[in-house]
């Protein structure tokens, strides 16, 4: 099961790069979590909940930058649990203050759905999510 979960989150992303972000939706639980809460202060709200509540999360994120882009560097398979590397790089809109760094960004899965999405700007802070220490 848990190379499932692994193809489901690279699908999730695949279909983000692709733009095709009603393909996204539909590898999500009606109930999902986005909790950016770990995130510092990036213009968005902390945890979303439910698919508007994740429209709401990147129309905010979407506002507070001019560009934003980012590219998945690994996918590590934990269970019921994806943990992926990601590196982000924008431009905030008001500010022109570059943002390029990477996140944990930890997605867990039950029953084929992704039911919540958690990031972390170290490693240290998603591995303690999982109940695991560096």
């Not at 001019?66 to 924008?90: C, I, K, N, P, Q």
């Not at 570059?98 to 899965?109: E, F, G, N």
Request: aromatic content about 10%; hydrophobic content about 40%.
């Amino acid at each position: 099961m848990s190379q499932e979960n692994v193809e489901i989150v690279r699908r999730v992303y695949n279909a983000y790069s692709e733009r095709d972000y009603a393909r996204s939706f539909e590898l999500y639980a009606p109930d999902i979590e986005f909790d950016v809460s770990h995130l510092g202060d990036v213009g968005v709200a902390n945890v979303y909940h439910g698919h508007e509540g994740v429209r709401a999360c990147f129309r905010d994120l979407l506002g507070a930058f001019s560009t934003f882009d980012y590219a998945v560097e690994s996918v590590a398979d934990h269970g019921d649990h994806v943990l992926a590397l990601v590196r982000e790089h924008g431009v905030g809109r008001a500010s022109g203050v570059i943002l390029d760094r990477r996140h944990y960004a930890l997605w867990s899965i039950r029953d084929g759905k992704v039911v919540s999405m958690r990031a972390y700007l170290d490693r240290a802070g998603a591995l303690k999510a999982l109940g695991l220490e560096e």
